[in-house]
């Protein structure tokens, strides 16, 4: 049975993100005081009393707006508001009960959905002040006096939700799906991908650059099997990073590769691979991520019979730490070859798990030692004893030699490339150990 969703909505920089942040125990989503700064909805899982919720924050509503943004958040907190099970609604103590106030609380009385209704900011200690008592004008039942900064009302929220939702709701499901990270560039078209992976407009979609800004996670699970997709804020240069909101998402997408189990890195067809797509490659492949290389909107290439095979040796040359990784040409507009991408994630986690014997490996690394000697250094000759795997995700070898400084990084490349030439690995990264032995006592 899936967990219990439970969505906070209400107008902007009235103090969601900082009560979903503080009930999550962590900051999971942006907060800064700039009205339609969490613009998707953001998923987490938290626990209350034993019992496990699927908070989602969302961003701010504007019910009458014209912008073209604040339209598009007011339809992902719909979606939210559709999904949820039980809604916290806040309102924000300083301003009273303002004319949108009304109007979502309409919105929300329309949805039939359990309501929670929550006023914030209220971070005096004493009596309760008189203005508390006019957003029973709201008509949904008893406010909750909050304070999102200082946490207390929080507890009172929760057993408030959760006298909303039976027991059995809260059965615990395991989590099997694979959790794919799409990540790159500002606009590279990651949301789309998504979008059209999933049937809905689940994210953000316009020409603007940048728009996704925090990490959003989305389950499917289809023929292929079941998947956790989280789409990321786009990787820009340090030097375009000029304000605070930009810089958390990047480091929201950094922990989104930290927690999958595949990247897919996503090119712009129409760029090509900049040095800034080598950059969110090369973050993938520090981590020991599987990945994809995906290269989008291939649709708007013009092309001959050798257009396919010259853009995919210019990632190669772009990317040659990454030659490993699979490439595929789509277009997330059209749907052109998507469905093959979960083929590929298949394949390239089951890589990364792959276990290799110790017997089987170092009679790998012995023909590879006799068809290339081990090199020398002012007369010492680097000696190779043995070699076994110690770990998965990314598959892990350690090599145990008489001096590791006599390792040098290019023959660790050829026995990688043994490594990869026999057993395959195709797709993720390899790490090489190396250890020292006693030279005397090689054995031990």
């Known amino acids: 049975m899936s967990k219990p969703i439970v969505a906070i909505v209400g107008r902007p920089n009235v103090g969601k993100s900082t009560f979903f942040n503080k009930i999550c125990g962590k900051r999971i989503s942006i907060v800064e005081n700039t009205p339609g700064v969490t613009r998707d909805r953001i998923y987490f899982e938290t626990e209350w009393a034993g019992r496990t919720l699927m908070m989602v924050d969302t961003g701010g509503i504007e019910p009458d707006t014209t912008d073209d943004i604040m339209a598009h958040i007011k339809t992902q907190a719909n979606i939210a508001i559709e999904s949820a099970d039980v809604i916290i609604y806040m309102c924000d103590f300083h301003a009273g009960v303002t004319a949108d106030d009304q109007e979502i609380a309409r919105m929300l009385r329309k949805s039939k959905k359990p309501i929670v209704l929550t006023v914030n900011k209220m971070d005096s200690i004493g009596a309760t002040p008189p203005e508390f008592y006019e957003f029973y004008e709201l008509g949904l039942g008893d406010p909750i006096a909050l304070s999102s900064v200082h946490g207390t009302g929080s507890g009172d929220v929760l057993e408030k939700v959760c006298e909303y939702i039976d027991d059995d709701a809260f059965e615990e499901e395991e989590d099997d799906s694979i959790k794919v990270a799409v990540i790159g560039r500002p606009n590279a078209g990651k949301s789309s991908l998504v979008n059209r992976i999933l049937g809905e407009e689940r994210m953000i979609v316009s020409n603007v650059a940048g728009t996704t800004r925090d990490a959003i996670d989305s389950k499917i699970e289809n023929e292929h099997g079941k998947y956790t997709f989280i789409d990321t804020a786009g990787i820009r240069k340090s030097g375009k990073i000029d304000n605070n909101i930009e810089r958390y998402s990047v480091f929201r997408a950094q922990l989104a590769i930290e927690r999958a189990d595949v990247c897919v890195i996503m090119v712009d067809a129409t760029e090509g691979v900049t040095a800034q797509d080598e950059r969110v490659a090369g973050l993938a492949h520090e981590n020991g991520k599987p990945s994809v290389i995906i290269i989008n909107k291939w649709d708007l290439i013009e092309k001959d019979g050798k257009t396919l095979d010259n853009m995919r040796k210019d990632v190669y040359a772009a990317l040659s730490y990454m030659t490993y990784a699979p490439v595929l040409f789509i277009s997330a507009k059209t ?40 090199p020398t250094d002012k007369g010492k000759r680097l000696k190779i004893y043995y070699m076994t795997q110690t770990g998965v995700k990314a598959p892990t070898f350690v090599i145990f030699v008489n001096e590791a400084e006599l390792f040098h990084f290019s023959y660790q490349r050829y026995i990688e490339n043994k490594l990869r030439e026999v057993f395959g690995f195709e797709g993720t990264p390899i790490k090489l150990v190396i250890r020292q032995k006693d030279d005397a006592n090689p054995s031990d």
Do not use: C
Request: hydrophobic content about 40%; aromatic content about 4%; charged content about 20%.
């Open 335 to 374: 749907g052109q070859r998507v469905d093959r991408i979960f083929e590929l994630v298949n394949y390239v986690h089951d890589q990364s798990l792959m276990r290799i014997s110790t017997g089987l490996l170092n009679d790998v690394l012995n023909d590879a030692i006799t068809r290339v000697p081990p």
